[in-house]
């Protein structure tokens, strides 16, 4: 009898375990899922459903077809500072970096927080795949960042159209193991291809949990190259087959997530670091910003207005298409919001969550967006307006780095929702709204900082000198000759 009661009672509270495994498995599936598809150089034309002529993107034409597709999203101008603001929700120049520098190409200091550290503290299972290029010290790699697995290279694909012009080489790693060592154009075009099969692979192995998936792909970043599969496969050459197997990876990926059944609880963003290199010695391996004036590392909306995609089966409604400011800034507040994860109130960041845009269609909680090259802050947009201030060419500070920046010689003021394509300068005749932005542009230099200031909000956690850069400006603008 007592045996009996026994057994009755331990059945019972195995059922009950199983009932409340089973509830508690139910609800850890149903967190959304974050996947950002990360492209590199990619200009805003260099998209079907944008407006490319010669490049066929099957894929990304239906993703904006069952999604939202945007037309004011920003990035920044360059490769680095792109990733680092992208990771942290905020802009570069607040970021610390290690010895309190602020660098052309920033360096994560190991105290600044990622998406993947906010994500982690709900359970996420979290993966960098592709090109990292926010820090190559072992403290500064994906692993000590948030991130649970990690295939890629740490830097980038090289600095010249082909391989064989620069000593350059990208190492692959897994985690911290280097795989393989990138010396042929044959190699570079399998680097496509090797991280899509990574992708399918983690999304495969984590499809009961809820992970985040950081997938930065080298290309279209020169030197440039396709898989055997895609060369000679395009109306754009060599560049046009790139990005058709760049279009093939999503494809791939939207397909594991649709036989995986990850659809409808996975927010998927295609967007391109910043706008297409454009420079004589990068030649027809070139993409386009069309219709927007400039290209990468300069702060007209060719290097920071880029493509930008969203899916979220059964979330975002189909078709649209939205043009509130939106940047890439935003990734960090709009998935803690989604994810029920906590930013610290101590956490000072410049990114706004997106979440009512894509769920609601609502407006952009953005007031105001900065246009820093470097560390230069060159302009600053609200809603509707632009202002961009006096600059000089190629300033001496920036050494090499500054060899695309052209010269500015007055205010200039454009209406980008009339004039996107910055041609009209409208200045003289708003001068209120000159006087507006002006006052904006102050109070960034204050909080975040210039190439002249160091900002009040700007992290500092290391006890070296904050002074260095502003010094090497400092010794360049005395050297001016009026």
């Given at each position: 009898?007592?045996?009996?009661?026994?057994?009755?009672?331990?059945l019972?509270?195995?059922?009950?375990?199983?009932?409340?495994?089973?509830e508690?498995?139910?609800?850890?599936?149903?967190?959304?899922?974050?996947?950002i598809?990360?492209?590199?150089?990619?200009?805003?034309?260099?998209?079907?459903?944008?407006?490319?002529k010669?490049?066929?993107?099957?894929?990304?034409?239906?993703?904006?077809?069952?999604?939202?597709?945007?037309?004011?999203?920003y990035?920044?101008?360059?490769?680095?500072?792109?990733?680092?603001?992208?990771?942290?929700?905020?802009?570069?120049?607040?970021?610390?970096?290690?010895?309190?520098?602020k660098?052309?190409h920033?360096?994560?200091?190991?105290?600044?927080?990622?998406?993947?550290?906010?994500?982690?503290?709900?359970?996420?299972?979290?993966?960098?795949?592709?090109?990292?290029?926010?820090?190559e010290?072992?403290?500064q790699?994906?692993?000590?960042?948030?991130?649970?697995?990690?295939?890629?290279?740490?830097?980038?694909?090289?600095?010249?159209?082909?391989?064989?012009?620069?000593?350059?080489?990208?190492?692959?790693?897994?985690n911290?193991?280097?795989?393989?060592?990138?010396?042929?154009?044959?190699?570079?075009g399998?680097?496509t291809?090797?991280?899509?099969?990574?992708?399918?692979?983690?999304i495969?192995?984590?499809?009961?949990?809820?992970?985040?998936?950081?997938l930065?792909?080298?290309?279209?970043?020169?030197?440039?190259?396709?898989?055997?599969?895609?060369?000679?496969?395009?109306?754009?050459?060599l560049?046009?087959?790139v990005?058709?197997?760049?279009?093939?990876?999503?494809?791939?990926?939207?397909?594991?997530l649709?036989?995986?059944?990850?659809?409808?609880?996975?927010?998927?963003?295609?967007?391109?670091?910043?706008?297409?290199?454009?420079?004589?010695?990068i030649g027809?391996?070139?993409?386009?910003a069309f219709?927007l004036?400039?290209?990468?590392?300069?702060?007209?909306?060719?290097?920071?207005?880029?493509?930008?995609?969203?899916?979220w089966?059964?979330?975002?409604?189909?078709?649209?298409?939205?043009?509130?400011?939106?940047t890439?800034?935003?990734?960090?507040p709009?998935?803690?919001?989604?994810?029920?994860?906590?930013?610290?109130?101590?956490?000072?960041?410049?990114?706004?969550?997106?979440?009512?845009?894509?769920?609601n269609?609502?407006?952009?909680?953005?007031?105001?967006?900065?246009?820093?090259?470097?560390?230069?802050?060159?302009?600053?947009?609200?809603?509707?307006?632009?202002?961009v201030?006096?600059?000089?060419?190629?300033p001496?500070?920036?050494?090499?780095r500054?060899?695309?920046?052209?010269?500015v010689?007055?205010?200039?003021?454009?209406?980008?929702k009339?004039?996107?394509?910055?041609?009209?300068n409208?200045?003289?005749?708003?001068?209120?709204?000159?006087?507006?932005?002006?006052?904006?542009?102050?109070?960034?230099?204050?909080?975040?900082?210039?190439h002249?200031?160091?900002?009040?909000?700007?992290r500092?956690?290391?006890?070296?000198?904050?002074t260095?850069?502003?010094?090497?400006?400092?010794?360049?603008?005395?050297?001016?000759?009026?």
């Amino acid at each position: 009898m007592k045996k009996s009661m026994i057994l009755t009672t331990l059945l019972l509270f195995l059922l009950t375990c199983r009932g409340m495994s089973q509830e508690s498995d139910y609800s850890f599936e149903q967190k959304t899922n974050f996947i950002i598809f990360l492209t590199d150089d990619q200009g805003y034309n260099d998209v079907g459903c944008y407006g490319a002529k010669n490049i066929k993107t099957p894929n990304l034409d239906l993703m904006a077809k069952e999604g939202m597709r945007f037309t004011s999203f920003y990035a920044q101008p360059l490769c680095g500072p792109s990733r680092v603001a992208l990771l942290t929700g905020s802009y570069p120049i607040r970021v610390a970096e290690p010895g309190n520098s602020k660098s052309f190409h920033p360096k994560l200091h190991p105290k600044e927080i990622t998406i993947a550290e906010v994500l982690k503290t709900k359970g996420y299972r979290t993966a960098c795949i592709g090109k990292w290029h926010a820090g190559e010290t072992q403290v500064q790699m994906p692993l000590k960042q948030g991130f649970d697995y990690y295939y890629g290279t740490p830097k980038y694909n090289g600095n010249s159209k082909l391989i064989e012009q620069s000593p350059h080489r990208s190492h692959i790693l897994r985690n911290n193991d280097t795989l393989m060592v990138v010396n042929t154009v044959e190699e570079m075009g399998q680097l496509t291809k090797k991280y899509t099969k990574e992708a399918i692979n983690f999304i495969k192995r984590n499809k009961t949990s809820p992970f985040f998936l950081y997938l930065a792909h080298n290309m279209p970043h020169v030197p440039i190259s396709a898989s055997e599969q895609f060369r000679g496969k395009s109306e754009g050459g060599l560049y046009g087959d790139v990005i058709k197997e760049l279009d093939w990876s999503m494809g791939e990926v939207l397909k594991t997530l649709r036989e995986e059944g990850l659809e409808e609880n996975t927010l998927v963003i295609f967007v391109s670091d910043n706008g297409p290199w454009i420079e004589e010695k990068i030649g027809d391996h070139a993409g386009s910003a069309f219709p927007l004036r400039g290209s990468k590392a300069q702060t007209w909306e060719g290097g920071v207005r880029v493509p930008a995609i969203m899916r979220w089966k059964g979330k975002i409604e189909e078709g649209l298409v939205n043009d509130e400011l939106v940047t890439t800034m935003d990734f960090l507040p709009t998935f803690s919001e989604i994810s029920g994860a906590k930013i610290s109130q101590e956490l000072t960041i410049d990114g706004k969550s997106f979440n009512d845009v894509i769920q609601n269609n609502g407006n952009s909680k953005h007031d105001k967006f900065y246009y820093y090259a470097y560390t230069h802050l060159q302009g600053v947009r609200d809603d509707q307006w632009k202002l961009v201030i006096p600059r000089v060419e190629k300033p001496g500070y920036m050494k090499w780095r500054g060899r695309k920046i052209d010269a500015v010689k007055e205010i200039q003021l454009f209406n980008l929702k009339n004039d996107k394509e910055e041609q009209h300068n409208l200045a003289y005749q708003n001068p209120e709204k000159v006087k507006e932005l002006m006052a904006l542009m102050e109070a960034g230099r204050i909080e975040l900082g210039d190439h002249d200031v160091i900002g009040e909000g700007a992290r500092f956690f290391d006890n070296d000198t904050k002074t260095k850069r502003i010094e090497e400006f400092n010794k360049w603008k005395n050297n001016i000759k009026e």
